[in-house]
């Protein structure tokens, strides 16, 4: 069954001030502001207020459009969105839409084993609406509104329908976000929110919208329930209708909204209290200049310069923060090493405790210190794993993890652990001298509980190794 995927991204922008005023944004703020406290007139939409144009959120607009391959417009033009929801005080949105900013980009994902560009159709700067509080959920009993976040600066990033599975589109939003941190636009550590809607549809069948699904795991979570549900509908002879769903993460499910409306039921007029958008050539050669190198680059030179293979450098490229704490690591120790433990267990031990590694609190130099230690042989890869994990817990050096838990390697007289572990596993011994290769991951393991995970497990396995070499010969 063909499944066509598109995604609309809004992207809460990391300025100062809102998009069309000069209220601070809630969204770089510290702590969460009492409702409805970030508010004037222009964001209430008063009789006689006037928006401006927020010059940051322009020029970070044009930095991801160049980032995104698009072809910036020489003009682009504010519009009023019409509609009459409560999360809009002036009853329209002031976004774009005759002329956008930008067109006609794309990004380069990899999924399943191979790579895939998706098309960006266009990049459009627009306000964020306030934010709606369901009380008793959808359905409920009455629906709160709160201000504050009505007129954060917002990109919205419109793909092709190219995706065709919820893994791609997974592949597809970590990389946006990826692109969008190293442009240093969207900090997924901070307040700022970055909100997907979904349009779906199966063998060429109408379109279904599920809107305001946050983060990449979420997205592939919703898609596979919605997929589900229109093929149930299908194999019972209903015919999928067109409508805008929303993604209740809670239930995991998706839920009706409304009918979908068309782009003509919003009444689209031009903003006549702004004026165009016209970017000089100086503007942008500058905003090119000021562009970083990004993931794919990156990624080609670590695998380039660091002899890394092609998904190590993806792994540590995915993440701004890993890919700098690697290069720091790579410059003390040996990259190969550097590289399979940052993009290997520390990575996966971030991921379990629902981390980036800047939320985490660690730092570069405990990361390098730890490593450089384990390729010293002053601690086993065993403890150095369990020295990552307290250090995560703890946020403490591995000088004092390492003393702390007495992960630190002792003088171990392995030939006599090893001896002692044989003759309790004479079983074990015997299918492994019978050809059961196995039967030695067993052993290893034995004299790893023995050692207390002290002894290094490459040298535990030459130990027995040499240990039956020398029983072999002293037979008769």
Known sequence: MKIRIGLETHVQLNTESKMFCGCRNPATLPEEPEPNTLVCETCLGMPGSKPRTNREAFRKGLKTAIALNCSVQRESLFSRKTYFYPDMAKNFQITQYEKPLAVSGFVEIESG???????????????????????????????????????????????????????????????????????????????????????????????????????????????????????????????????????????????????????????????????????????????????????????????????????????????????????????????????????????????????TFRESGLKREWITSLLSMFERGEITDRNAEIAIRKMIEERKPPEDIIKRHGLGRERIDLSSVVGKVLKKNQKALTDYLSGEEKAIHFLVGQVMKETKGKADAGEVRKAIEEAIRRRKNESP
Not at 135 to 156: A, Q, T, W
């Open 113 to 355: 084993g191979r790579r895939k560009r998706v098309r960006i159709r266009r990049i459009q700067i627009e306000e964020d609406p306030a934010r709606t509080v369901h009380v008793g959920g959808v359905g409920g009993s009455h629906v709160l509104v709160d201000y504050n976040r009505s007129g954060i600066p917002l990109i919205e990033i419109v793909t092709e329908p190219d995706l065709s599975s919820p893994a791609e589109a997974r592949s597809y939003l970590s990389k946006l976000m990826s692109i969008l941190e190293y442009l240093g636009v969207y900090d997924s550590s901070s307040k700022a929110v970055m909100k997907s809607d979904a349009n779906i549809s199966l063998e060429g069948g109408r379109r279904v919208e599920v809107k305001n699904i946050t983060g990449a795991k979420d997205i592939e979570e919703a898609l596979n329930y919605e997929i589900l549900r229109q093929k149930s509908s299908i194999s019972r002879g209903r015919e999928i209708e067109q409508s805008t769903r929303m993604w209740n993460p809670e239930l995991g499910v998706t839920q009706e909204l409304r009918s979908k409306e068309s782009e003509e039921d919003y009444g689209y007029i031009l903003e006549p209290d702004l004026t165009p958008l016209r970017p000089g050539q100086l503007l942008l050669s500058g905003l090119k200049s000021e562009i970083p190198e990004l993931p794919d680059s990156k990624r080609e030179r670590f695998i380039r310069e660091y002899s890394l293979s092609p998904a190590m450098a993806e792994s540590l490229v995915s993440e701004l923060d890993i890919a700098e704490l690697f290069e720091h690591a790579a410059k003390r120790i040996s990259p190969r090493v550097a590289g399979s433990w940052i993009a290997g267990y520390l990575k996966k031990s971030l991921n379990w405790n629902n981390l």
